[in-house]
Every structure is written in C-alpha cells, then in structure tokens.
C-alpha cells in the first residue's frame, strides 16, 4: 500500500483539501445527470460509488477526526448506500499509513526520542493503519510488542474538521434550532478523548482489570513508561481480526464461544460498569488460535449516567414498550419527546420509536437470540427504508433524544453488527453470572 508523507495539519490546508474532494463530487453529479438525460433507466449506483471513492479518497489523507466520521457511518449500514458503507469501512482499519521517515519524525516529536533509542527492535512499516493512528511491531527485553502512533495534528484539527463536516451532518439528520449544538458537542469532547492517549492506557487498564474473569476474553498489557500522550505500548496479541476470522469460520460452536464472550463483555460493561467500549467494529478485536476474543482498542469509552441508564433499558423490556402511558413518559425522560411539539409530533414520534424500540430491543425478549436471524436484519431495512422515505418526517425537527443516545446506540448497532457477522447465536442473560 501507496505511504503517505505529509499530512495537511493546518486548517487552510485541511479545508482546501476537502474543497477539492467537493469540486470531484459536483462533476460526479454533472456526468451522473448528464447520462441520465439519454438513459433514463440509469440508478444512482454509478454516482454513488463515484462519490465514495472520492469522499474517501478525500478523507484518507486528511485522517483525524474526518476520516473518523466516515468510519462510524460504515457501522450505519442501514443508513448510507452500500457503495459508501463498503468503502468507508476501509476506515476501520486499512488505510494508507504514514512513510517510515514521517513515522521517526512524529515518533521524535512526540517521545523525545527516536524509536531504537527506546526499543531494542523497531519496524518502521506499520502492521495496521486507522484514523487516528498506525501500529509498529517493537521488541524490547524480549518482548514482543505493539507500538500506536497517533498522526500529526490530528488533537489540534478535531474542531475545524467537525465544523466542516457539520453542514452535511446537519442536512443528512435534519437537525434544527440551537439544541442541536449538543450533539456535536458530544462528538466533539469523544473525539478529543481518544487523542489523549495517557487516557486511554489508564481506561484500557481498568476495564481489563475489570472483565479479566469473564471467559475466552484476553487483553494485552499496557506499559506506561514506553507510552505517552501520543504513543501507546502494549502487548503484541497475535490474532486476526474478527471480520477476517468470520469469513473463513465454518464451526457454528466456535462462532457462538467468540460471540458469547462479545456480549457478554458488553453487557457487563453495561450493566455492571456504567461504561462502555463505544467503538464496537472489527478493527478493535482479534480472535486468537484457540477462538479467544482479544480487545485491543480503549480509546472512546461512554459513560452511562443513572439518569439515562434507568430509562433506556426500561424500554428494553416488552411489557413497558406496550403501556403506551409509561412508554411516553419514558419518552420524555429521554428526550426523545419534547414539552413544545404539537400533538402530531407526540403521536407522529410516539409511533416512530414504538416501532423501533420494539425491533431493536427484540434481543433482550428471550433468553438466547441468533444474530443470524434473516428476518431481524430485513426488518430493520425495512423499517430504516420506510422513514427514510417519509416526507412528514423531513420537516419535523430531527433533535431527538438525549446526547447520550449518540454513543450508546452506536454501540448496541456495533454490536449487533459484529455478532451478525459472526452468524451468533448467544445467551442474552449469561453475563448476569459474572456480575457481583
């Protein structure tokens, strides 16, 4: 894969760079409507994956928190075309990583140091590159490590990159009104979280610690005398990742064990922890040999405050979904109704999110629920299809619901995501046993 050189950390260099990537979008649309003056059966799926490529193309270069937006609309699958969930999910954890002399130069800059003067072996190629930073192999007293450099100017830029992405955000969730301030707000401080890697080494150690007895789920060792706040070192686990490993697993035993042990550390987090690992995609697990799940990525970690938590999973049970009074009241708790809608913004999102609150938390009615279930993805296509296309909704203001709803649905959508590629089948209530 093609190295990268330099990367735009400036805001003027940063916003002509997607100034450019927007000029390449309006001649897609230009070529795309002018083929469909002479052929009117034409679909959007040319302009689509014109636009793709070219988003991501955009975004790669950039890194940081622009690329990190695309990488959380792959997990929407339901929301994008598959053109764009297909080629921003590369976000995830394939992009073009930085040249090895940019590698030493960061490395000098942020360590005070280069990388021989700390490790007894270091490989300047990366073995994995994401958004916000690559991955080295080390040695060091015979160790075999992993060594996380965050990119340049990726801390400094999250502000100017969310405000570029803002119009678009704002248009594509029909966002209205100041309160919607709240929700990039909430992107914003997360994003800002996981450049602070002294933070992460610190939450990546307590939550270890904390679900190190829950079974087939390993963790590496962090070293904070190697570690700053812009490099990680940590344990090198040998594994691959859990998309890759799906794809070739053909044992629905060992598949059900790896999807377990997912849930069960999710639900523990959950429930017992009041915090959670927010970036639920395959880039952040490893399977080992012996069909271990292995979390290797703590940097955006949600809290649950009690004032969200107790609501939320109210309305995951079944009997509460259907008492159309408490449900409604719950609504409100959660922000999801406001005290200044109109009687048919009440009856209109009532409806709305009866009929998601009962598809979504379908999972939690039994005791064990197959991930693989066709009909449960079907119905949640259909579903995102139907509102999608409902021209009430788009002039409805679309600020719903609490911030927290942000990452935390993130995170159950993540999860589904992963235990559907899986094709797992779990307990639901398992991880009740490892809570004390």
């Known amino acids: 894969m093609k190295t990268i050189d330099k990367i735009p950390t ?19 649309y230009l070529k795309y409507y002018g083929k469909k003056a002479f052929n009117s059966e034409l679909t959007r799926d040319e302009l689509d994956q014109s636009n793709a490529d070219d988003i991501y193309d955009g975004l790669k270069s950039l890194k940081g928190s622009a690329l990190k937006v695309a990488q959380m609309l792959s997990m929407e699958k339901s929301l994008l075309p598959g053109a764009y969930v297909e080629k921003f999910s590369l976000a995830q954890f394939s992009v073009p990583p930085l040249s090895a002399p940019l590698v030493r130069k960061t490395f000098k800059k942020y360590n005070g140091k280069y990388p021989e003067e700390l490790y007894d072996a270091f490989t300047s190629q ?3 590159a994401a958004s916000i930073g690559q991955v080295h192999r080390a040695e060091k007293d015979g160790k075999k490590l992993a060594v996380k450099i965050q990119y340049p100017g990726v801390a400094e830029s999250i502000s100017s990159d969310l405000a570029m992405v803002k119009p678009i955000a704002t248009r594509m969730f029909n966002l209205q009104g100041k309160d919607s301030e709240k929700y990039f707000k909430e992107v914003e401080g997360k994003l800002l979280e996981e450049t602070d890697y002294l933070l992460e080494v610190q939450q990546s150690k307590e939550i270890s610690e904390a679900c190190a007895h829950i079974p087939n789920l390993k963790f590496p060792k962090y070293y904070e005398e190697l570690s700053s706040e812009r490099i990680i070192t940590m344990d090198w686990m040998p594994g691959v990742h859990l998309s890759e490993w799906a794809k070739a ?9 790896v999807g377990q042990a997912l849930w069960d550390f999710y639900m523990y987090q959950m ?3 009041k915090a959670v690992h927010a970036d639920p995609h395959p ?3 490893l399977i080992d040999e012996d069909s271990n799940l292995i979390a290797i990525d703590f940097g955006c970690i949600k809290q649950v405050p009690e004032d969200f938590y107790v609501p939320y999973f109210e309305l995951a049970k079944k009997e509460n979904i259907n008492d159309p009074d408490f449900f409604n009241s719950k609504l409100f708790e959660l922000e999801i109704l406001r005290e200044d809608d109109s009687p048919r913004e009440i009856e209109y999102f009532s409806e709305l999110f009866y009929q998601m609150l009962n598809l979504f938390t379908s999972p939690f009615h039994a005791e064990t629920f197959d991930f693989a279930d066709g009909s449960f993805w079907n119905s949640i296509t259909d579903l995102s299809e139907k509102y999608s296309k409902d021209t009430e909704l788009r002039k409805m203001n679309g600020n719903r619901g609490s911030k927290h709803f942000l990452y935390i649905n993130r995170t159950f959508f993540g999860l589904y995501n992963l235990l559907h590629d899986l094709k797992a089948e779990v307990k639901i209530n398992n991880f009740r046993d490892y809570l004390s």
Do not use: I, P
Request: hydrophobic share 25%; net charge positive.
């Open 126 to 128: 990366s073995v994995n």
């Open 271 to 273: 429930h017992g922890l």
């Open 10 to 28: 400036g805001k003027l260099g940063r916003t002509s760079k997607m100034v450019t990537t927007g000029v390449k979008v309006g001649g897609n």
């Open 249 to 257: 697993n053909e044992d629905q035993s060992e598949a059900n064990k």
């Open 283 to 285: 880039g952040n697990f």
